[in-house]
């Protein structure tokens, strides 16, 4: 669901967040046009836990930085656009040494959007763009209807370029997660 009647915050996200009434409810920004998330189906919730699984052991392992499940990230200086992907890593580099109670003032080296029924590619696509404008490094689109996955990087140039995975194929973590691999086979056999 997505709410065109004004120009939405961050501030108004938080506020609507913690209402009494809105707390299963969940909320992102892009550039201020306020949008809803819906709770995860069953498909959904398993492969962002799996992923956040082998992530979060990959980046323990060798004390790289922090794997999160649906936190807000938002822009430094940027108030009107705020994204929750399913799960993100965030290196030390770029990321706070203690969990913050807001939402991250950066964005994720790494987000993962798995592709729900009650959005379509194109608005997940819109996602990812929004992410590597914002200074992610890769950003990965699983889609378990079609057993695929994209993932999406800057060119040189900044425009955003995508590759298409199939299920025999795998996702890495490139510059954002040095020596991640990821076989989509793992993730669509659950």
């Given at each position: 669901m997505v709410s065109r009647e004004r120009e939405y915050t961050i501030d108004d996200v938080w506020q609507l967040e913690c209402q009494p009434m809105n707390m299963a409810e969940k909320y992102y920004l892009i550039d201020g046009e306020l949008c809803t998330k819906m709770a995860p189906n069953h498909v959904h919730g398993s492969i962002a836990s799996e992923i956040a699984r082998l992530m979060g052991n990959h980046v323990v392992e060798r004390e790289l930085g922090r794997v999160t499940i649906e936190v807000g990230y938002h822009p430094a200086g940027d108030r009107r656009t705020v994204l929750l992907p399913d799960v993100a890593f965030e290196s030390w580099a770029r990321a706070a040494r203690t969990p913050l109670p807001t939402y991250a003032p950066y964005m994720p080296d790494l987000a993962v959007e798995v592709v729900s029924a009650s959005q379509t590619l194109a608005q997940t696509r819109r996602k990812a763009a929004v992410y590597l404008r914002h200074g992610t490094l890769i950003v990965w689109l699983i889609d378990p209807e079609r057993n695929t996955a994209e993932s999406w990087t800057s060119a040189d140039d900044g425009a955003a370029r995508s590759e298409s995975i199939d299920l025999d194929g795998e996702l890495g973590?490139?510059?954002?997660?040095?020596?991640?691999?990821?076989?989509?086979?793992?993730?669509?056999s659950l």
């Open positions: 973590g490139g510059a954002a997660l040095p020596g991640f691999r990821l076989p989509l086979r793992r993730l669509f």
